[in-house]
């Protein structure tokens, strides 16, 4: 029955209009660590608590401003319609024909709580049909806000062409999210997207030890910028920001840039059933003869098969309390123990590098295909000249070029010469010697004992590759400026020989182990891309058609990234203890960053860069036909392109309007001088002034944020969950002849290499960590799918994006066809898995392939 008010206002010539309004039950997205309080009654959003106003994109009030018009309030009611995780509420509009066509929504929160707004639609608007707000958002009490929250309706503007009514409600909303003027300490309410250094990784109040280094705005250090928080500077120094206790994890990011419940709940629930299966029952172990090592190879299979008893609480409590990231541990145990059902005997996931053979790890040919195929895939490069020369300044490192002579690799190359190996583009080096060379002699000053490594490879007349010879170096005893101490050594499968040799294909794993993680995978893609969720929150309207664009592939990436700075990559985090370069870590790729260069992240930019790949014609020639990562890889990267340069001629039909589009051109701006803005003079940058500059930036950052992330993690456990496959330390030097080490290694080999690489505990931290990282969780989206089917309103794109999401079905179905075929041997290799890192679907868990839409993890 029409209330007496709704039959005035009808018989007064006006429209009644309904909506649907969706909110998300917050059991599913609320953050405990908030401590939000979770609304349990409908009725709470009744009445007057939650105001709805439509504003006017046609018509403009000349009292104020010619801003659209606003019209009269509705609220929320209750309707007869029940979706799982959502409650659907109805709203009433009562429409003055004067007000024109809505554009634009006022949302007031008059409730004390906070509520996620997924939508709102108004059915039948006279005059324009349906009308849908893709909202997204959470809303707080409006006392929390000094200006009204306010959505656009799902159309599509670039900021020129916005209606009149709606360009000061655009401008402000960006305003409102830029919040230049805010310099306080940020709330989790605050909707503020700024810039600052990475200057909140140390710890100096709580010991000198602690204190980092300033990232960013140096030329010594340069950096990405994160997100701003607004934290006091800590008492010590003022240049470094204050940190949250370990224990915290409510550290600031916009709230619609974190995590849903689901997602926490399941990422600490991977956590929880770790540290179950793996931390404290090995933690066990360490009541034997030899703490610290693991016995055999034998006692590391132990982990994945039959049960381990959890140990005694108190013991595990006593002795983590000496560990740098005990407040860590001990919010997980404490979670973990509070389910009575967490105890038992539990096992570990069998890593896919051992589930079908125990011992191909060993073997040259995995350990080679691995540099096409496994988590690191984008290291290996062409080999231009023997030997390779270094980069590094001669006046302060002497010289650093390599010691491989001819003779060390002239036997293996099939009856080549290395002048016709080389001519042939049949060498290929993966070559970590500048980038750790630098940082020995600091990191050999503590537990660690590496070297800087080089190792080569040929190219088979069977498309496979076998290693010739490993270079590992040492800073000369005399001082940097002295040069190398370097050692060849070739392979060998038989005597002692062969066992030197394992241990120097372990001393090259764990430089590759320590640059994939904190270049290939932290570096290239988590950190290069958080300036541009920023940039694009603070520049390009909701409305804008490349904020629609991106948005999708920026999902949760300011969160992980926060808490990765909060607990993996800070003073005595898990990162430095698991780590070789340990407390140089971030330091270290700083130093990387300094010849990072954007336009070459493009993955063919990124083949042609390593001499991967050559022009041939219009198109790309693999170097090695069959490089897994590079196929598979090429074909996602010209699928995104084709969809982003279909999508772009949409709304850009020629470079005039991409030279008139100030939101964009404001954006771009801003990533270069800003956001990169230790990189702002470098004439690498693209000009925002032609469209297929913005087609191939935006293919690149997509690429980023979705399949080299997926390539470079989610395959961390798969073959990392087995630690001597790709140890990350190394703690002794190789033996030498005549040494007790010597000695040893000739009677227990095994015995030696476990006492050289990654400890037993630094193990178990290791495996704890990359499990919960090489998982998807249940809500992901993956590449080409997006959370509402209403997220754009033009036929043209729908149509575009499915068949951008058809032709990645086809990518899927081509990978597994090249899986199957005996002839390609570096999609499977010795140990029998199949590459399917850039299969672009998966299911919860760790299932090996799947490229999520964003670095969510």
């Not at 655009?170 to 503020?192: C, H, I, P, S, T």
């Not at 042939?424 to 980038?435: M, S, V, Y």
Request: proline share 7%; net charge neutral.
């Amino acid at each position: 029955m029409l209330s007496d008010q709704v039959k005035d206002c009808l018989n007064a010539g006006k429209t009644k209009v309904k909506a649907h309004v969706v909110i998300v039950d917050k059991k599913v997205l609320s953050l405990n660590i908030l401590n939000a309080s979770v609304p349990n009654h409908i009725e709470e959003f009744l009445g007057q608590n939650v105001e709805l106003r439509l504003v006017s994109a046609t018509v403009g009030d000349h009292k104020n401003g010619n801003r659209g018009v606003i019209g009269a309030a509705a609220h929320l009611e209750i309707i007869p319609k029940i979706v799982p995780f959502q409650k659907i509420y109805g709203a009433t509009f009562i429409i003055d024909k004067r007000q024109g066509i809505p554009g634009a929504i006022i949302v007031k929160n008059q409730n004390l709580t906070e509520f996620y707004l997924k939508s709102i639609t108004l059915e039948n608007f006279p005059g324009k049909g349906r009308i849908h707000f893709d909202c997204n958002s959470w809303v707080y009490n409006a006392n929390k806000y000094d200006y009204d929250r306010i959505f656009f309706a799902n159309d599509t503007f670039m900021a020129e062409n916005t209606p009149e009514p709606l360009r000061e409600y655009r401008a402000e909303e960006l305003q409102n999210l830029r919040g230049d003027n805010v310099n306080r300490e940020l709330k989790e309410w605050d909707r503020v997207y700024g810039y600052a250094y990475y200057n909140d990784l140390g710890s100096p109040d709580i010991n000198p030890s602690l204190a980092r280094p300033v990232l960013g705005g140096n030329p010594q250090l340069p950096y990405p910028r994160r997100g701003k928080t607004g934290r006091p500077p800590t008492k010590s120094d003022p240049k470094t920001e204050s940190r949250l206790c370990l224990a915290d994890l409510s550290i600031y990011v916009p709230r619609d840039e974190m995590f849903g419940q689901l997602k926490i709940a399941e990422l600490l629930g991977h956590a929880m059933k770790t540290v179950g299966k793996v931390l404290l029952p090995t933690l066990q172990a360490f009541l034997d003869l030899t703490p610290n090592e693991f016995d055999s190879l034998n006692e590391i299979l132990g982990l994945y098969e039959g049960g381990l008893p959890l140990p005694d609480i108190p013991f595990v409590r006593k002795f983590i309390q000496a560990m740098p990231f005990e407040l860590l541990i001990m919010t997980f145990i404490a979670q973990f123990n509070s389910n009575p059902a967490n105890s038992g005997v539990l096992k570990l996931p069998v890593p896919n590098i051992i589930q079908k053979d125990k011992s191909a790890w060993r073997t040259d040919e995995e350990f080679a295909r691995e540099t096409l195929a496994g988590v690191n895939p984008i290291m290996i490069q062409l080999l231009k000249e023997f030997p390779p020369k270094s980069s590094l300044d001669p006046s302060l490192y002497g010289n650093q070029n390599s010691t491989f002579k001819e003779q060390d690799i002239q036997d293996n190359l099939d009856g080549y010469s290395v002048y016709e190996a080389l001519q042939l583009k049949k060498l290929f080096i993966i070559d970590h010697h500048d980038a750790i060379m630098p940082y020995l002699r600091r990191i050999n000053s503590t537990d660690n004992k590496i070297y800087a490594s080089r190792t080569l490879f040929f190219l088979k007349k069977d498309g496979t590759l076998k290693p010739l010879a490993i270079e590992l170096s040492l800073p000369h005893p005399g001082g940097d400026n002295h040069g190398a101490v370097s050692t060849v050594y070739k392979p060998a499968s038989v005597g002692v020989e062969s066992s030197i040799w394992l241990l120097a294909k372990a001393y090259a794993l764990v430089n590759d182990s320590g640059i994939h993680q904190l270049i290939s995978h932290w570096l290239r893609t988590h950190a290069v891309i958080e300036p541009f969720v920023i940039a694009t929150n603070r520049h390009l309207s909701a409305m804008h058609p490349i904020n629609k664009l991106l948005a999708p592939h920026f999902r949760d990436t300011m969160h992980i990234n926060a808490q990765g700075r909060h607990a993996l990559l800070s003073a005595g985090g898990l990162i430095e203890y698991t780590v070789f370069p340990t407390k140089y870590s971030l330091e270290m790729s700083a130093d990387i960053y300094k010849s990072w260069n954007f336009v070459e992240q493009g993955l063919p930019a990124d083949l042609l860069k390593r001499g991967m790949a050559e022009v041939d014609g219009d198109k790309l020639r693999l170097i090695i036909p069959d490089y897994p990562y590079a196929v598979d890889g090429l074909a996602i990267w010209y699928a995104i392109e084709t969809w982003v340069r279909e999508y772009t001629a949409i709304y850009y039909p020629d470079d005039s309007a991409i030279k008139k589009d100030t939101e964009l051109q404001s954006w771009w701006k801003e990533l270069r001088e800003v956001g990169h803005g230790d990189h702002k003079n470098q004439s690498w940058w693209p000009t925002m002034t032609n469209v297929d500059n913005l087609i191939q930036s935006c293919t690149t950052i997509i690429w980023i944020a979705s399949a080299m992330h997926a390539a470079v993690n989610f395959g961390q456990y798969p073959y990392a969950g087995y630690l001597p496959n790709r140890p990350t330390m190394s703690r002794r030097f190789m033996p030498q002849p005549g040494s007790v080490e010597y000695e040893e290694l000739k009677k227990n080999p095994e015995k030696v290499l476990l006492k050289t690489i990654t400890s037993q505990v630094q193990t178990i931290i290791g495996i704890s960590l990359i499990e919960a990282l090489s998982n998807h969780t249940s809500d992901e989206l993956y590449l080409g799918q997006r959370a509402s089917a209403e997220w754009a309103n033009d036929n043209r794109v729908i149509e575009a994006f499915n068949r951008f999401g058809s032709k990645l079905k086809e990518i899927e179905t081509k990978i597994s066809e090249l899986n199957r075929d005996p002839d390609l041997k570096n999609r499977s290799g010795p140990a029998q898995i199949p590459y399917t890192l850039l299969s672009p679907y998966s299911g919860p868990g760790i299932t090996v392939k799947g490229i999520p839409n964003s670095i969510s993890i």
